[in-house]
């Protein structure tokens, strides 16, 4: 699982102010074993920015992998 903002919300979401508490929402994202060593090799803002130009579900947990084991984009 990775952590991002939640891309799909407008920009304007994703900080909340209650008083003096500041919430900032962001995504709990299922990846694959591919990505996870991926991110784990590459750094996570190439990672993030796969993420960000694929057009897959990226909440679907049974979304094919964006990483093969050959680093080919499906």
């Not at 991002?4 to 003096?20: H, K």
């Not at 909440?59 to 080919?72: G, H, K």
Request: charged share 25%; aromatic share 10%.
């Amino acid at each position: 699982m990775i952590v991002t903002p939640a891309y799909s919300l407008p920009e304007d979401f994703e900080l909340c102010s209650v008083g003096d508490l500041r919430i900032t929402y962001r995504w709990l994202v299922p990846i694959t074993e591919q990505e996870s060593v991926y991110a784990s090799e590459q750094g996570f803002a190439k990672a993030e920015e796969r993420f960000e130009k694929s057009e897959v579900d990226l909440l679907n947990a049974v979304r094919p992998s964006l990483v093969m084991f050959n680093d080919e984009v499906h």
